[in-house]
């Protein structure tokens, strides 16, 4: 693309109400063994790579450049683990600044913060950690304020994805296959656990969810119940499973919520156990 077309580009981008802007300036991106780095200490750090391209109005006047995050002090803050952190080196900061230091030779990020007594600490953002006093002792250097977080875009491998796949299909291979026989030898079981008529209808929403039964069959499941367990204290009913199917319940048992459906508390939790007990019935466990 010629310098008349980018130009005409970013024209039309800017009428259409965007901010486009020229990866023109190179950024160099460092790494080291604990949190952040600073170019200028290049003995203990190890270069990632080519350099990160930005828009020139997004750097500094100052040195400027990007180190990955390490570890989870700064969570709270959302900086992350594996995220870029551009810092420039300044030679002020104010409280509440996260900065980029070396204590006794470690690095680290911090927010500066000094207390009514005028003491300078380091303070993570993440309640697992304590803050850092600077002491006389101590050699605590500021190597630069972070300006802007950059979010690396998560990835999964393709071979833990695939890896995960075939385990499913192996599970799914050695799934015996659900018969007439299974089903009611399921609904025998299942039958021990039900107290209240309506709870056949987390047996329905399973068989269902697994194309045994059509979803709002219930005279059919119904007759099936009175088949297998005759002469159960409690058996289902068309009307009593219709006024259940509500909410929540009118879908799969996986997206089942207690804040959706037409049952709270206990009873809720009674529904979720008859259900996922059915599903291990059926899968012959």
């Not at 470690?106 to 007594?117: G, S």
């Not at 399973?206 to 005759?230: H, I, Q, T, W």
Request: with cysteine; net charge negative.
């Amino acid at each position: 693309m010629i310098d008349e077309e980018l130009k005409e580009l970013f024209r039309e981008l800017e009428v259409q109400g965007w901010n486009p802007q020229l990866c023109d300036t190179p950024v160099p991106v460092y790494e080291t063994p604990v949190h952040c780095g600073d170019p200028s200490e290049l003995g203990n750090m190890v270069r990632e790579g080519d350099e990160e391209w930005m828009p020139r109005k997004w750097t500094s006047l100052g040195e400027t450049f990007l180190t990955t995050v390490f570890g989870d002090s700064m969570k709270d803050a959302d900086i992350l683990e594996g995220d870029l952190v551009k810092v420039e080196r300044v030679s002020s900061y104010n409280d509440g600044d996260i900065l980029l230091v070396s204590v006794d030779g470690e690095y680290a990020l911090k927010a500066y913060c000094r207390d009514e007594n005028g003491t300078p600490w380091l303070v993570p953002q993440n309640k697992a950690y304590n803050s850092i006093q600077f002491h006389d002792n101590q050699e605590v250097i500021v190597r630069g304020v972070v300006r802007e977080v950059v979010k690396r875009t998560p990835r999964i491998s393709y071979r833990s994805c695939i890896s995960a796949i075939n385990k499913t299909k192996a599970k799914m291979a050695e799934r015996r296959e659900i018969t007439p026989d299974v089903v009611t030898a399921a609904l025998q079981q299942i039958a021990l656990d039900i107290k209240l008529a309506r709870q056949w209808y987390a047996v329905f929403r399973v068989l269902v969810d697994e194309g045994v039964m059509k979803a709002k069959d219930y005279e059919s499941f119904c007759d099936m119940v009175r088949e297998a367990v005759p002469d159960h204290a409690t058996l289902p009913t068309s009307d009593g499973l219709q006024r259940i199917a509500v909410d929540s319940f009118a879908k799969p048992v996986a997206r089942w919520t207690p804040t959706d459906a037409p049952v709270q508390g206990k009873r809720y939790e009674d529904y979720l156990r008859i259900a996922h007990r059915m599903q291990e019935l059926l899968a012959g466990e």
